[in-house]
């Protein structure tokens, strides 16, 4: 939430004053968390997190509410700004996954597995889907080669989220354990392509070898949503194993 409100402070025109010391402000909110959670550890009183939770929730739902501002903003043509539409809207998806799963968390919502493993890769595959087409859009039209591969990553990761969603219809009936394995293997393979490739043109940009109008932090961020995906798949992948024996 700290790099996204970053993000979007470098998009806002040097006029946009207003918005430009709101997105200020959430970083400030979001390092001052970052402090306090450094002083946690495995021995936290429980009420603690659960305080903690609700305090990070309330700050992701105002970050929520500001992103959406933002996206009203441009898509009303009230104001105009390097903060593409589509951007502004990943963004405030990701704040609004991150305050629901605080809630569930804080109120031990645990939902079925097949459902859980469907409805969280339906969204993550949207957001790797999103990450390919922000970095072909990012990169110089110069960089042939580099954006070739993220428009094909673009259009693999649009099939894998529609065939998601495909399934997701399916349910009850595709509750079984055979079509998830299935699910999450095929999409391991494409997620980690495209992790490598995030990392690669991280490592490119940091070294100053390719043309683009991506930040390094930029790049890294993309590259650690791809990760933690990534370790989300191997996790329910256990989940099932451990159901099987």
């Not at 979007?8 to 006029?15: C, Q, R, V």
């Not at 509410?65 to 998806?93: E, F, Q, W």
């Not at 509750?175 to 490739?197: G, H, I, M, W, Y």
Request: with cysteine; proline share 3%.
């Amino acid at each position: 939430m700290k790099e996204h409100a970053f993000f979007l402070s470098l998009g806002f025109t040097a006029d946009q004053t207003e918005l430009i010391q709101e997105a200020q402000n959430f970083i400030t909110v979001f390092e001052r968390i970052e402090e306090q959670i450094s002083s946690y550890n495995e021995n936290t009183d429980p009420e603690v997190i659960r305080q903690l939770n609700i305090q990070v929730y309330q700050s992701t739902s105002y970050i929520w509410a500001y992103k959406r501002k933002v996206l009203g903003l441009i898509l009303s043509c009230k104001i105009i700004s390097n903060n593409i539409p589509l951007l502004v809207d990943h963004t405030s998806r990701e704040a609004y996954y991150f305050a629901k799963r605080l809630k569930e968390l804080n109120e031990g919502i645990l939902i079925p597995l097949p459902e859980a493993i469907i409805k969280e890769n339906v969204f993550f595959l949207k957001i790797m889907a999103d990450h390919s087409k922000f970095i072909g859009h990012l990169l110089d039209p110069s960089e042939r080669k580099l954006v070739d591969q993220a428009r094909e990553f673009s259009h693999d990761f649009d099939q894998l989220l529609f065939q998601a969603q495909d399934l997701d219809h399916m349910r009850p009936q595709s509750e079984t354990t055979p079509l998830l394995d299935q699910f999450l293997d095929q999409n391991r393979v494409s997620v980690v392509a495209l992790r490598d490739f995030k990392k690669t043109a991280r490592d490119l940009i940091e070294a100053c070898r390719i043309k683009s109008n991506i930040p390094a932090l930029l790049a890294d961020h993309v590259y650690r949503e791809a990760d933690h995906f990534l370790h989300i798949i191997d996790a329910f992948d256990a989940h099932l194993t451990a159901q099987k024996s």
